[in-house]
């Protein structure tokens, strides 16, 4: 037996009042359980591990929402191209169409 485990047979017989077999199972039972918590806890390997796990689908996340800014902006950027273009022609008909209003205005006024 190790020091800490005759340390807790030897406080298990004098104090509780236990016996020799008593002692030893409640000396077995506090060791078991020691060794179960034990074989739950992390390592830093494992966090370690799982932390890059992490960062590579962050990485693989921020790549995709990139790719889709960039559709999105490019997808935007066609929409303004496109609404400038009908902007421009609206405009040149309406100026056209002023103009000609105006001119025919002129010449009304011109020959009275």
Aim: charged share 25%; hydrophobic share 45%.
């Amino acid at each position: 037996m190790k020091p800490l485990n005759i340390k807790l047979y030897d406080v298990a017989r004098a104090k509780l009042n236990f016996t020799d077999d008593d002692a030893m199972e409640f000396v077995s039972s506090i060791h078991e359980l020691n060794d179960h918590r034990f074989e739950n806890l992390v390592t830093k390997e494992f966090l370690s591990e799982k932390m890059n796990g992490i960062d590579l689908r962050f990485v693989k996340l921020e790549s995709n929402i990139d790719l889709r800014f960039t559709k999105v902006e490019s997808m935007i950027n066609n929409q303004i191209a496109e609404a400038k273009s009908d902007l421009t022609k609206w405009m040149f008909i309406f100026w056209a169409g002023q103009m000609t209003i105006t001119i025919g205005i002129i010449l009304l006024f011109i020959k009275n």
